[in-house]
């Protein structure tokens, strides 16, 4: 039987004050939903070279060398973060594989890729509105969208991570969340 204890969040406030035992339930319980995650979104170039877990492991060690200055804000601050480290490890390994060449590149053979400058221009003051508006939203708000739309996460790991009952009442929490964006994006 489970105990709140034995709660993520349990787990989390356990760790921080230095239960060892925790911590490790914590990484074992948190490794296996963030190679999930994480797995297929590794360059395909650098899939020889660099395992996936090995991209999870550094990302949960980051977190845990931090885990006494985490201040969760919401019930589902810490996933999030840790979704944002685990993203951010992927995206330094995209960049580290599109600075190799790849076999028989050259540059007669490359053709542009990405939006005309215009394209670009539009794009980013689209982005900047939608930014705006999702600042002037709650910070739980703000954390089920960054969970859902920026982490690409799972219903099931957004309910887990907010202590939605269901990923269905994730799905809904989001979708109120995205209508209130457009709300404040109308006004």
Request: net charge positive; hydrophobic share 40%.
């Amino acid at each position: 039987m489970s105990t709140p204890m034995d709660s993520t969040r349990g787990l989390f406030f356990r760790a921080r004050n230095g239960d060892l035992e925790a911590r490790e339930k914590l990484w074992k319980r948190l490794r296996e939903r963030l190679c999930r995650y994480a797995h297929g979104r590794l360059p395909k170039r650098l899939r020889g070279l660099v395992e996936t877990e090995d991209v999870v492991q550094d990302a949960l060690a980051q977190t845990f060398r931090r885990i006494d200055l985490f201040d969760p804000k919401h019930s589902g601050a810490f996933g999030v973060s840790l979704f944002l480290t685990i993203k951010r490890c992927l995206i330094d390994q995209h960049r580290f594989a599109s600075r190799q060449p790849a076999a028989a590149e050259t540059a007669t053979s490359l053709v542009a890729e990405g939006l005309s400058p215009m394209e670009e221009a539009i794009e980013k003051e689209k982005l900047e509105r939608v930014m705006t508006a999702r600042n002037k939203l709650s910070d739980e708000d703000q954390a089920l969208l960054h969970a859902r739309l920026d982490l690409d996460l799972h219903w099931s790991d957004v309910a887990l991570l907010f202590g939605k009952t269901s990923p269905d009442a994730a799905r809904m929490a989001v979708e109120r969340a995205v209508k209130r964006l457009v709300a404040k994006m109308a006004s």
